[in-house]
């Protein structure tokens, strides 16, 4: 019999069940809350150690050097008296609100303060640091991993390789260990360290550590030179610069300049140099000065304050496969002789222009820099063996060095009047003419005497090897040139695939060779 409320009833129980399933069920999809649960997290490795053991071997061992060598790096704060134009009227005339800015007597003006790097090298307080980071401080200030700070001493700096040795009042001191520059191999990693303290002494930017590979060794980049170019005083000396950078690819910002460049043991092997840069900012690239020539320089600096720098009294050009054949060279290796300076060592004892430098105490030369270092290595006095190649022969040459006179009263006077030389106009693709007084205006001459280059074609021989109107020849294939005649007579001798040799000086520059082949 049917019941209505018997009805009524089943359906408010089976509906309350529904209801009571369906809550059941969305809460489990997670319908009815808006909080997630939380996904299960596996620490685990998923690469298998043994494979990346070599790697991870690798950055244990950089950051065991870190922390070996980090506590021995220092932040070095110069401080500069500001010049007249930088008061505030002359940084913010162009800014109305700064217009009104009264005049500050020079005492008044604000110091300037910059920053660099550098390293301990002895337990009693003597440092290293690039001679830019030094250079004109009216005060220094070394601040230290354990935050201590010490006025600094400056002990002596040296231009001419960028290298620096300060000094502070401190005993016990963390210190690094010297390696050797010469072991380097490319292809080796280095770490390059610095402190930079940007940002302030409350909330400094310390320690900064990168990692890369030497990328090249031996890199002249005529930075120094340039350098010292800016300087009236180091000006007309700056041809003893020694510029044989090491080159990595480790980041090297000018906070890090005259930090150290460690070896994978932790031993120094270069001073970063962030001057060798056209931005002073890393560019992909980094240089070092090679610290067996930084420690020669600093054994001068604490001895006599200032570098007692061996000389020899030449100046010079590297080899290149023409200049190799023209020579006769058994390699593309060498220095080859382009100057002699009148009374200096290398007069003195039998070097002559067109030699060829070799090797020095049975080491092998292959560029200027090279040569250069192993010079600055020696001191004043030494007797050193160099071997050079003179007309295809060997032969090896004991001298004693001088000690370099580093003013400008250093005479740069070559020891016979020899250039180089130029090819005629179909050879070579140049013109020779005669000195006149129109040729001596243009090209700042003084006498109206001679043979002078009027024209190179930009894509001839001479002018591919770098050759330049207004060069005066004074020899070509080593006999002399007074005069256009002279250097046709002795062109017309000269048949094609051969080399000829150039001896050439501008008005401002010192005696340069060329080597140029006579096209078939």
Not at 218 to 226: A, F, K, S, T, V
Not at 227 to 235: F, G, S, V
Not at 322 to 327: D, I, L, N, Q, T
Request: charged content about 20%.
């Amino acid at each position: 019999m049917y019941d209505p409320l018997r009805k009524k009833i089943n359906i408010v129980f089976y509906s309350s069940v529904a209801c009571l399933l369906g809550l059941g069920i969305a809460s489990g999809i997670g319908w009815t809350s808006n909080t997630y649960s939380m996904p299960a997290i596996d620490t685990q490795p998923q690469v298998p150690i043994e494979s990346v053991k070599p790697a991870m071997d690798l950055s244990d061992a950089f950051i065991n050097v870190a922390g070996i060598v980090t506590p021995a790096v220092v932040r070095i704060e110069a401080r500069r008296q500001a010049q007249v134009d930088q008061s505030p009227n002359q940084l913010f005339r162009n800014f109305p609100e700064f217009r009104n800015f009264p005049d500050q007597n020079p005492q008044d003006r604000p110091d300037l303060i910059s920053g660099g790097s550098g390293f301990i090298v002895s337990s009693d307080g003597y440092i290293l640091t690039n001679n830019h980071v030094v250079a004109d401080a009216s005060a220094l200030t070394v601040f230290l991993q354990d935050r201590r700070s010490f006025s600094a001493e400056l002990i002596g700096r040296d231009p001419f390789t960028d290298v620096a040795v300060i000094k502070i009042d401190a005993d016990d001191l963390t210190k690094l260990n010297l390696g050797s520059s010469d072991d380097l191999r490319v292809g080796e990693w280095i770490i390059a360290i610095g402190n930079p303290g940007f940002g302030g002494t409350s909330h400094p930017l310390d320690y900064t550590v990168t990692v890369g590979i030497v990328s090249a060794l031996g890199r002249p980049l005529q930075l120094l030179q340039r350098e010292l170019y800016r300087d009236q005083e180091t000006r007309e000396s700056r041809g003893f610069a020694i510029e044989d950078f090491i080159q990595t690819d480790a980041v090297i910002n000018p906070g890090n300049s005259g930090g150290p460049m460690v070896n994978l043991r932790g031993q120094v092997v270069g001073i970063n140099s962030a001057i060798a840069s056209r931005t002073g900012f890393y560019q992909g690239y980094g240089f070092a000065i090679p610290i067996d020539l930084a420690q020669r320089v600093m054994e001068d600096l604490v001895e006599y304050g200032k570098v007692r720098r061996a000389w020899l009294g030449v100046a010079m050009t590297g080899v290149d496969a023409v200049s190799a054949e023209s020579y006769g060279l058994p390699t593309v290796s060498g220095v080859e002789v382009t100057m002699i300076t009148k009374g200096g060592p290398a007069e003195d004892y039998g070097i002559m222009p067109y030699d060829v430098i070799v090797a020095i105490d049975d080491q092998p030369i292959g560029r200027t820099g090279q040569l250069q270092q192993s010079i600055a290595r020696k001191r004043p006095g030494d007797s050193i063996d160099v071997t050079v190649y003179r007309n295809r022969k060997r032969l090896t040459i004991n001298i004693r060095l001088g000690e370099a006179p580093l003013s400008s009263e250093v005479s740069t006077a070559s020891l016979s009047p020899v250039e180089d030389e130029e090819r005629m106009d179909q050879k070579l693709g140049l013109r020779i003419e005669n000195m006149t007084r129109e040729f001596a205006a243009e090209y700042g001459y003084q006498e109206i005497q001679g043979a002078v280059i009027t024209n190179v074609q930009v894509n001839g021989p001479a002018g591919r090897r770098g050759l330049l109107p207004g060069y005066k020849v004074l020899e070509i294939n080593r006999q002399l040139v007074e005069d256009a005649d002279d250097a046709q007579l002795i062109m017309a001798k000269v048949n094609s695939g051969e080399i000829v040799t150039l001896r050439v000086q501008s008005s401002n520059s010192q005696p340069q060779v060329f080597h140029i082949r006579i096209p078939d």
